[in-house]
């Protein structure tokens, strides 16, 4: 099982958890229907009223795609099949509330979660970045993500820099992509409270409330989104050195960390 779902039937709060943690909870094509699979499943549970989603273990939320999954892509730029465009609840047409507790790294594909979550909550030690650029790949939807949650600078900036700098839970809870920080393994409970207070609200005012929310940018998304392909298809490296990349990244230096 690569996901788990529980849900508290009294309050009305299901948790749903990343489970790969011996791969950093990266998203394989089996937790990817099983993401799909859950945000359309809440839809038709009247039982279910705000969402909270994290990541099994302390080191990773999520790590996005995993590097493991076999992906076969049409040979045109007009066409790419993206396994992660679809595992977020807005994808899923889900317009109940979820909030996302991050714990230890999130990374790459996990903003396509992030982004599609209504707000973050994160543990202290959480730390933020997107390692596209550095493996020669265009951070096309990750970066659309970011710049809906976060001023341009920043987000260019996050994204621009790969693995060669991350995000403290501090610094972005400074630039608005998380709302609060928490002391080590707090983000999971922070938010199933904030996830049970807005579960006692009147559903269809909440509801209502989170789709008023996404209308505010959705358009400009939508138009970002459809760009998207062509850029992966016209910047990102063939995959053979890709992989050469990724090879020799033993041997470098860690990461810098930005808390200010």
């Known amino acids: 099982m690569t996901l788990r779902v529980e ?32 945000w359309r499943g809440f839809r038709y549970d009247d039982g279910v009223r705000a969402v909270v989603l994290t990541g099994a273990g302390g ?100 994204a621009l820099m790969g693995s060669a700098e991350r995000l403290s839970a501090r610094r972005a809870y400074e630039n608005g992509l998380v709302s609060e920080v928490t002391e080590a393994g707090g983000a999971a409970p922070a938010a199933v409270r904030c996830a049970t207070a807005i579960a006692a609200q009147p559903t269809d005012a909440v509801q209502g409330t989170v789709r008023a929310v996404w209308a505010a940018t959705e358009a400009a998304r939508a138009h970002a989104f459809a760009l998207a392909p062509q850029l992966i298809a016209l910047g990102n490296l063939p995959p053979e050195r890709q992989a050469g990349l990724f090879a020799s990244r033993g041997g470098r230096g860690g990461p810098g960390f930005r808390v200010r």
């Open 59 to 158: 080191k990773a939320f999520c790590t996005g795609i995993d590097r493991d999954a076999d992906v076969p892509q049409p040979g045109s730029p007009y066409a790419m099949d993206d396994p992660l465009l679809t595992v977020g609840p807005k994808a899923g047409d889900l317009w109940k509330p979820v909030i996302a507790a991050v714990n230890g790294m999130a990374c790459g594909g996990a903003f396509y979660l992030l982004g599609e979550a209504d707000f973050v909550i994160a543990d202290e030690h959480a730390t933020f970045f997107d390692p596209h650029t550095t493996y020669g790949m265009v951070s096309a939807y990750e970066a659309v993500h970011l710049a809906q949650r976060m001023p341009p600078g920043e987000a260019a900036r996050l």
């Open 7 to 38: 849900t508290d039937r009294e309050t009305g709060v299901a948790v749903v958890t990343l489970d790969r943690p011996h791969r950093h909870n990266a998203i394989d094509l089996e937790l990817a229907d099983a993401l799909r699979a859950a």
